[in-house]
Structures are given as structure tokens and as C-alpha cells.
């Protein structure tokens, strides 16, 4: 029985010696593309396949994310002769004793303190008998109370700029903001005329 076990113990130092022969030659080759200035054994004809596959998609998914945007920009309401399409893209702050209040026009509305954030509502459409009033909601959910949500009303100023904001009931939020875009043409010339 001996020479079964000798043989055995034989047989496991012989692979130890090739395994560890195999690794050393591997250290070896990863030296040697290293000294060459490359970090690794050029890619297999699969992975270059694979590698080409993750870059194309990414790119298709990028361009995808792309269009939806163009698409959601085509279909948003800019007012009456698309008078706050300016607005677009932009967004406004307002700082109070507690809190940051940001208006991502077109958007969202959100509130921030340091270590908290609400989600005061995200964009639906423009008030039915105001022209003037950004209507914004599901913004988070609020304790005891319907989802946080902003009515945005926008009066003629010379800049745009958030001049004050309430929240005349729990959880609804209710932002002035002036903007050169809600001035009718009388309101820009008076503007003009220091009125």
C-alpha cells in the first residue's frame, strides 16, 4: 500500500511542479506585454467581437436616450407663441432660512436641505384658466397628506428670477417667479421705459 500512497504523493508534486510552471510562464508573458507598454495579451477574435457588440450598444442606447429626449422636448406645451420656451432646460433657486428651492423648468421642483431632499413635483402642463401658472406634480409622497405638488405662476419681471415661495397647504407648494417671458408686449415696453 505504500507504493500507491508514494505514487500518489509523486503525482500531486508533479502537477504542483507544472502548475506552478504554468503560472510562472503566465507572470511571465503579462511582463513581457507589460514592458511592451500593453496591459494584457491582445483580445481573442471573441472578445474584440464581444467589446465591438458592448460599444455599438452602447451607442444605440445613448442615441435611443437621445431621441426620447428630442420627442419629449417636441411635445411640450411652451405657452402661446411658445412665449416660455426660454424657460426650457434652465432652473432657478431660491434660498430661504431652511431650505433650497429649485425649479427645473419644464421639469421638476425640488427642495433641499443638507442631508434631505423632496421631490416637490415633476412637470404635467400649464394651469386650464391660468396661461400663466406651471402646474407640477407626483412629486413625493407626503405623511397624512396628498404627493407633494407646485403651482408655478409667472408674472412679467425684467429677469427671471424666483421672488418667493409658500406653501399654503401641507404638501402644496406655491412658487412666484419673475420672467420677461410672461410680459406682454405693453408690459416689455413700460419695463423699458423704467415704468
Not at 63 to 77: I, P, Q, V, Y
Request: net charge negative; charged share 30%; aromatic share 10%.
Amino acid at each position: 500500500m505504500e507504493s500507491v500512497d508514494t505514487d500518489i504523493d509523486e503525482d500531486a508534486s508533479l502537477w504542483m511542479i507544472l502548475w506552478q510552471g504554468y503560472a510562472d510562464m503566465f507572470k511571465s508573458i503579462g511582463l513581457v506585454f507589460s514592458e511592451l507598454g500593453m496591459a494584457s495579451p491582445p483580445p481573442t477574435v471573441k472578445e474584440k467581437a464581444t467589446n465591438d457588440w458592448s460599444e455599438a450598444k452602447n451607442e444605440r442606447d445613448a442615441a435611443s436616450r437621445e431621441l426620447e429626449g428630442f420627442r419629449k422636448f417636441m411635445n411640450l406645451d411652451f405657452g402661446s407663441d411658445l412665449a416660455y420656451h426660454g424657460l426650457y432646460g434652465t432652473t432657478y433657486e431660491f434660498i430661504d432660512k431652511e431650505y433650497t428651492y429649485k425649479l427645473n423648468a419644464f421639469t421638476d421642483v425640488q427642495q433641499t436641505k443638507p442631508g434631505h431632499s423632496s421631490n416637490l413635483g415633476r412637470w404635467k402642463n400649464w394651469d386650464e384658466n391660468k396661461s400663466n401658472v406651471m402646474i407640477y406634480d407626483s412629486g413625493d409622497r407626503c405623511w397624512g397628506a396628498p404627493d407633494r405638488s407646485t403651482r408655478v405662476t409667472l408674472i412679467c419681471g425684467d429677469e427671471n428670477k424666483i421672488i418667493d415661495v409658500q406653501e399654503p397647504n401641507k404638501c402644496e407648494y406655491a412658487i412666484k417667479m419673475r420672467t420677461p417671458a410672461a410680459c406682454s408686449k405693453a408690459d416689455l415696453d413700460a419695463l423699458r421705459h423704467g415704468e
